[in-house]
């Protein structure tokens, strides 16, 4: 009977010991606060959970982006304004004649030679009236002499004449032209001429040229 009194003691002491540690344990749910538990008689230390760490991470430098953008112009009309030459007072009063084109050499008979001459002139636009019938033009080659030429409505060895398209003129003004028109002994091919234009009171003007080295109706000098 006494050692079942002292079984019964043992297990009500061990009740006591273990059941308050049953009881106080953490559950693990957060808001409730833990208490120690109690091993052997001696309460645990239990370590405080670590705070939560505000933790900096480095940020990602963006990808730069290349956009394109198209620029759409709008072209401008230019409008041009006609050059005009605006004449002083400090034009030479004489002529300045100037050649325009080639100079042609018609033949009637191209074994003989070239025996018409035409050629066309104008004026420098400063330049006052050209009157024709005051120039003089001289014709020459290497095995000829001078051969000189007046105006006139006729041609020939000895006359020359001025036409504008199919009117005969006796003046020539700055933008208009002349056709010049006259006879000369045959030249032969390959032959170099030079023809001097003088015009009342104003500076001559040479003009030389070479025939062709084969003679055609039609020939143009170089």
Known sequence: ???????????????????????TQDTGYPGVSTVPQVVNGHPQNTTPAPPFVNVHLPLATPTPQIVYVTVTTTPVPVTTMPVRTVCTGTELPAADIRMTGNVYGLSSDPEAGIDQIRFTIGLDPCSPALDLTKMRIVFTTPSTFPQPLMYNTRISTSFFTAKSGTTRIMSLNPGDQAEITFFVAPVPASTRVTIELKPSGGATVPIIKTAPARISATNVFS
């Open 1 to 23: 009977m006494r050692n079942c009194g002292i079984i019964f003691c043992s297990v009500l002491l061990m009740a006591m010991v273990f059941l308050p540690g049953c009881t």
